[in-house]
């Protein structure tokens, strides 16, 4: 009886695994069926709520972060507040001379002559905003773009590379190559900081972040282009534009967390690059594939 009970069992699990396995499978399909048709090379991971519900494609290759690592900044940054070795409250003078015409910054739009903000302030500039001066402020306050890179590397994240600022990243068009990480490792960043594995962040820092990451104020076309209007994504976007000579785009990216109404939640990750496409093209890529993703885990 015993025996009998086994095989039932093994029988059940293999069935099981062979419908989970041929599901995932539909997946993968579907995203290759969006990738395939585009001159681009496009590197996802996705991870659902359950242990299994795991798909990539390219997900361990390198890929430039371009404004991506503004998200790592700042839960570096707040690792120090929580240390007591910066406070959100604290004013950083901005001068007018570190508002550089050639970089993105709603900061200088708004402030052409220097500002006096806080931490916080800046910090809600860099992630929401993807300001590119407030970037560069941050990394000064921690000395250079090595220490990112050091604090992760501490916590065991070994793809992913943090060398250079925005202004040296914007000056030279290779230079962008050296600020890279993975799908796959991009993952692993968002799901420890969201599940704050070892209280890596204090209550107050983790609820800051996270509040500006769901308030982000570019890339709507990307992961939240083709979900249903009210969907809340914590998501941080990476665009590096073209290069003139080759036409070449090196990243449109977006990482970030997509909530389902019934409480779960699904992580992705999609870096495009080597693009012949046009942006608006690059651009549906991404959402393209966050919506079979959402269709995967909402049932349809």
């Known amino acids: 009886m015993l025996k009998k009970t ?3 069992s093994f029988l059940f699990l293999l069935f099981f695994t062979k419908g989970f396995s041929q599901k995932i499978e539909t997946l993968r399909q579907k995203i290759d ?3 395939n048709t585009k001159d681009v090379i496009v590197g996802v991971a996705i991870n659902g709520f359950k242990t299994n519900d795991t798909l990539s494609i390219n997900g361990q290759r390198h890929y430039p972060m371009q404004s991506v690592f503004k998200l790592p900044i700042a839960l570096v940054i707040l690792s120090e507040v929580d240390k007591g070795n910066l406070s959100l409250d604290q004013k950083i003078d901005i001068k007018k001379s570190e508002l550089l015409p050639g970089l993105w910054s709603p900061i200088r739009e708004k402030y052409p002559e220097g500002a006096y903000l806080t931490i916080a302030e800046i910090i809600e500039y860099t992630v929401a905003m993807s300001d590119n001066v407030g970037c ?3 990394l000064k306050l921690l000395g250079k773009p090595q220490v990112v890179e ?6 065991g994240f070994k793809d992913f ?3 250079i600022n925005e202004e040296t990243m914007q000056s ?3 230079l962008q190559f050296l600020n890279w990480t993975t799908p796959i490792e991009a993952n692993k960043i968002l799901s420890t900081f969201y599940k704050n594995k070892n209280g890596l962040l204090s209550q107050d820092s983790y609820d800051f972040i996270w509040n500006i990451l769901k308030g982000t104020k570019v890339g709507k076309n990307r992961l939240k282009g083709q979900l249903p209007e009210e969907t809340v994504v914590a998501h941080k976007t990476g665009w590096s534009g073209k290069n003139k000579k080759t036409g070449i785009t090196a990243a449109v990216n977006n990482i970030g967390i997509v ?3 019934n409480g779960e939640y699904f992580t992705i990750s999609v870096f495009v690059t080597e693009s012949k496409e046009d942006f608006k093209t690059n651009e549906k890529i991404i959402s393209d594939i966050s919506k079979v993703a959402w269709d995967y885990f909402s049932g349809n």
Do not use: G, Q, R
């Open 6 to 8: 086994s095989i039932i």
């Open 259 to 261: 909530f389902m109404p």
């Open 161 to 163: 590379a943090a060398k």
């Open 33 to 35: 069926s969006i990738t």
């Open 172 to 174: 030279n068009w290779e």
């Open 150 to 155: 050091n604090y992760f590397s501490s916590l």
């Open 136 to 138: 560069d402020v941050l």
